[in-house]
Each structure stands twice: as structure tokens, then as C-alpha cells.
């Protein structure tokens, strides 16, 4: 006679008090500690690093003040920058949704599968540059002696062109980085929407601008709030292109950031102007976010 070996199978993991935890969480435990040390551990250090002072020749002396974030509360000039940072963000970032809608919308339902390709190959080709790289390219182009300006004057109808150290160089600067990014993450939702609806609108006797203003666009919001939160990240944390292409006139927070820090050794301030970008930027994220939303249930009832 011949006995069954009987398997236990491993019981969940349980919480306190006996409770059963749910199988995901040993799935995400590892990506969640990764998480918490890799990036809410520095958050912590940094927001405790701004809360001491400094003293020249020490760096900083260990202290609970919140004399940092009062200096830039009571400087103009650092409340200049904080609000430059957010005009240029967000006029870039508007850029490029204006600019980047037709070309997502022109790939999804224009272009045949062949171009569709080589079109994506030509878009995602800039992000396989370094910032730096690209931006060295825009200070030939957009230089006072550079291609852009010579192509001008050959002409002789246009004044002698001067768009290096401007904020108009930077927000064109940005907008060549960040509009990729836009594409991409419009295509993407562009192409769950279901053509037929397009085809049903028109034959009710809608226009092609009615079909993308009451069907195109409702059913991308999502698409569209997530490359518009993406661009605005990125261009309020830009460094690279404000540096070459800005000028050392041209003061934006992450350029300021890494002056306090590398610069003038200033750890504390440094630190307090890095969380001030940081919470400024998930403010407005986070607002834009629950607008829209909010907006994007509407549309859906």
C-alpha cells in the first residue's frame, strides 16, 4: 500500500493580528523598499540638509532653522527666478502640445504603416542625443553669427537676427528636448481612440474641426495630461539648455540650484531651493491633475 506525499503549499504572508496580505504584496515589496530608499530617503536628507545653516568656511552647521526658506521669501530676486521658471515651462510646454497634436494625430490617422515608421525613427532620433549635444547645436543655429541669423541677412529684408542669451532662445532651446515626448505620448492614446467614432460624428454632419474638438479631444485628455505634466517636469528642472543657451543673465531654478550648491557651497540654501522647485512642481502637477480630471468626468456623464 502506497501513501500520497501530500505538498503544503507556502501560507501568505500575514500581517499583524493574523490578517492575510494580499499576494501582490510580496510582488511589490521589493520595488516599494527600492523606492523608499532610493528616492524618498535622499527627498528626507535633503529637506533635513535645508533646515541648517550655513556658515562660510564650514559649510553648514547642524541646526533647525527655516532662515533658507524665509531668504528666499524675502529675496525679489529669487522669487524673479521662481517665476521665470514657470513662464518658460509653461510656454514651452504649450508649444509643444500646439506643435505636437497635428504630428501625433497626422501619424495615427494619415500616415501610411511605411512612413509611419521612418516618421517615428526621425522623432525619437533626438532623444538618442544628450542634452548637451542637442543644445550645442541650437547655440550654432541660433547664434549672432550662426546659420539662422545668416540665412536672414543673405536675404536682405530682415535686420540682423539676435536670439542667443534670450528667453526666446530657451523656450525654442526646450521645446526641441521635450516635444519628442510630447508625440510619443499622444500617439499612444490617439490610437486606442476608436476610428468609427470619427466616422459616425461625420456622418451625423459634423466638420472635421467639430469631430476633434467634441470626440478627438475629450477622449485624449488623458494622453494630453500626461505629455503636458511630462514637458512641464522636465522643462522646470532643465539645466542644460538655460545654462548654454540662457546666458549667465538668463536665471532659472535648476541652474541656481546647482550655483548654490557647487558654486558658493551654500548646502542649506541650496537645499531649500531644490525643495521649493520640487513642491512648486508637484503643486501645480498634482492641481492641473484633479482639473482635468474633474473636467474629463464631465465630458464623460
Given at each position: 500500500m502506497?501513501?500520497?506525499?501530500?505538498t503544503?503549499?507556502?501560507s501568505?504572508p500575514?500581517?499583524?493580528?493574523?490578517?492575510?496580505?494580499?499576494?501582490?504584496?510580496?510582488?511589490?515589496?521589493?520595488?516599494?523598499?527600492f523606492?523608499?530608499?532610493?528616492?524618498?530617503?535622499?527627498?528626507?536628507?535633503?529637506?533635513?540638509?535645508?533646515?541648517?545653516?550655513f556658515?562660510?568656511g564650514?559649510?553648514?552647521t547642524?541646526a533647525?532653522?527655516?532662515?533658507?526658506?524665509?531668504k528666499?521669501?524675502?529675496?525679489?530676486f529669487?522669487q524673479?527666478?521662481?517665476?521665470?521658471?514657470?513662464?518658460?515651462?509653461?510656454?514651452?510646454?504649450?508649444?509643444?502640445?500646439?506643435?505636437g497634436?497635428?504630428?501625433?494625430?497626422y501619424?495615427?490617422?494619415?500616415?501610411?504603416?511605411a512612413?509611419?515608421?521612418?516618421?517615428m525613427i526621425?522623432?525619437?532620433?533626438?532623444?538618442?542625443?544628450?542634452?548637451?549635444?542637442?543644445?550645442?547645436?541650437?547655440?550654432?543655429?541660433?547664434?549672432?553669427?550662426?546659420?539662422?541669423?545668416?540665412?536672414?541677412?543673405?536675404?536682405?529684408?530682415?535686420?540682423?537676427l539676435r536670439?542667443?542669451?534670450?528667453?526666446?532662445?530657451v523656450v525654442?532651446?526646450?521645446?526641441?528636448?521635450?516635444?519628442?515626448?510630447?508625440?510619443?505620448?499622444l500617439?499612444?492614446?490617439?490610437?486606442g481612440?476608436?476610428?468609427?467614432?470619427e466616422d459616425?460624428?461625420e456622418?451625423?454632419?459634423?466638420?472635421?474641426?467639430?469631430?476633434l474638438?467634441?470626440?478627438?479631444?475629450?477622449l485624449?485628455l488623458?494622453?494630453?495630461?500626461?505629455g503636458?505634466?511630462?514637458?512641464?517636469i522636465?522643462?522646470m528642472?532643465?539645466?542644460?539648455t538655460?545654462?548654454?543657451?540662457g546666458?549667465?543673465?538668463?536665471?532659472?531654478?535648476a541652474p541656481?540650484?546647482?550655483?548654490?550648491?557647487?558654486k558658493?557651497m551654500n548646502?542649506?540654501?541650496?537645499?531649500?531651493?531644490?525643495?521649493?522647485?520640487?513642491a512648486?512642481?508637484?503643486?501645480?502637477?498634482?492641481?492641473a491633475?484633479l482639473l482635468v480630471q474633474?473636467r474629463?468626468?464631465?465630458?464623460?456623464?
Open positions: 502506497t501513501s500520497a506525499a501530500v503544503a503549499s507556502p501568505p500575514r500581517a499583524a493580528g493574523g490578517r492575510r496580505l494580499p499576494p501582490v504584496f510580496g510582488l511589490t515589496s521589493p520595488a516599494t523598499l523606492v523608499v530608499l532610493a528616492l524618498l530617503g535622499p527627498l528626507a536628507l535633503m529637506f533635513r540638509f535645508s533646515l541648517n545653516r556658515v562660510p564650514e559649510l553648514m547642524k533647525l532653522t527655516l532662515e533658507n526658506y524665509a528666499f521669501f524675502g529675496d525679489g529669487y524673479e527666478v521662481l517665476f521665470t521658471t514657470l513662464w518658460v515651462s509653461g510656454l514651452s510646454t504649450l508649444l509643444c502640445l500646439v506643435a497634436f497635428p504630428v501625433a494625430y501619424l495615427v490617422r494619415q500616415a501610411s504603416p512612413w509611419k515608421s521612418r516618421l526621425l522623432i525619437i532620433l533626438p532623444l538618442l542625443m544628450g542634452n548637451a549635444v542637442r543644445t550645442a547645436a541650437w547655440m550654432v543655429i541660433l547664434g549672432d553669427h550662426g546659420l539662422l541669423a545668416a540665412g536672414l541677412e543673405a536675404t536682405g529684408v530682415f535686420p540682423p536670439l542667443m542669451y534670450t528667453p526666446a532662445a525654442i532651446g526646450l521645446v526641441s528636448v521635450m516635444l519628442p515626448f510630447m508625440i510619443v505620448t500617439r499612444s492614446v490617439l490610437e481612440i476608436d476610428r468609427n467614432l459616425a460624428a456622418s451625423l454632419g459634423a466638420g472635421h474641426a467639430m469631430v474638438w467634441r470626440v478627438v479631444l475629450p485624449a488623458p494622453g494630453i495630461l500626461a503636458t505634466m511630462l514637458c512641464f522636465l522643462s528642472n532643465a539645466y542644460a538655460p545654462v548654454l543657451i546666458g549667465p543673465q538668463f536665471h532659472m531654478m541656481e540650484v546647482y550655483q548654490q550648491v557647487a558658493a548646502w542649506p540654501f541650496g537645499s531649500a531651493l531644490a525643495f521649493i522647485l520640487m512648486v512642481t508637484l503643486v501645480l502637477t498634482t492641481t491633475n474633474r474629463y468626468r464631465r465630458w464623460s456623464e
